[in-house]
């Protein structure tokens, strides 16, 4: 494999880990390694331009037009990091998710910076736009979540909102599906399809995924467009997304609100002892308080191991951007 490849594969690897990691999207990763913008205009190849492509050059055209090898190598990456995440980071988020919650703080502050640097002239109107960026992704990271619904019409929505939100920085589609409420209907939705492959379950996720098609195609078109008439404008929008999406990935957090999701029920934790005799693999934490370290009831703070996390991160996004530039 060339190093090309090799490196391509390695940043669909950390998006896929991502995408395992509550809070944390894989748009962010892509942004932060530098593909996100042929990432998005790849996604947007996908309309008529694929069939433009097939009809003039066959397969071959149509492999170009989608950038086809771009996407076997992010994809396969990404797929190994999906693996990866399930075994390795859900172990730390179990047993050391200060410390990796730190790294991902850091990661996220160095990459605000590194995307702010790009643009050259910050008039008010870039302003304007960070800060909104700032106040939208904050805005969504405390919003409570409202109560789901199986009309159809919703369900669609959620799947176009829920697939455009991971083309977001800072922002992951399962935090949208919990936020509309729809968590507890498409997981176990894909649980009961897998398992005793449900008519009704096959129709409620055949209308997802129609939603998450037109959202994937449009929302693409969107972002393409934007970056290409106005560049700076977008960068500083994504910049106040990736500052504002900090508080959900704060690494000190008491939880304050559960979400059972056999019943869908939304329950507020009292105590922490109450929390902790919970059967946690019922239940989904959709509410919590960022708290100090001294503040932090649950469990081991690790402050120092946590700011060497942060710090590490902080840096790797650094020497990241050096070699790029090398």
Sequence with gaps: ????????????????????????????????????????????????????????????????TINGS?????????????????????????????PLWGFFFGLIIASAIVIGKVIKDWNWQKILAFILGIVVAYGITVLSPATGSTHPLYIFLAGMLAISALMLPGISGSFILLLMGMYTIVIPSI????????????VLLSI?????????????RILSWLFKSYKELSFALLTGFLIGALNKVWPWRNVSEILNKETGERLQVLDLANYSQINLESIKVIQEINVSPSNYMMGEPFVIITILCTFAGFIGVLLLERSQKA
């Excluded at 809070?23 to 205009?41: H, K, P, R």
């Excluded at 190994?80 to 050391?96: E, K, P």
Aim: some cysteine; proline content about 3%.
């Design 1 to 64: 494999m060339s190093n090309n490849k090799l490196s391509l594969a390695l940043k669909g690897m950390a998006m896929g880990i991502a995408e395992v990691i509550p809070g944390v999207s894989g748009g962010t990763i892509a942004f932060i390694t530098g593909i996100y913008e042929e990432l998005i205009n790849t996604i947007k190849s996908f309309g008529p331009e694929a069939y433009k492509g097939y009809k003039d050059g066959g397969l071959k055209g149509l492999w170009e």
């Design 208 to 220: 997802f995924g129609a939603g998450c098609l037109l959202g994937l195609l449009g929302f693409s």
């Design 191 to 202: 649980k009961d399809f897998i398992k005793t492959q449900d008519p009704g379950a096959f």
């Design 70 to 98: 771009f996407l076997v190598n992010l994809l396969g990456g990404m797929l190994v990091g999906i693996l990866i995440g399930i075994f390795g980071v859900t172990y730390l988020l179990d047993n050391y998710p200060e």
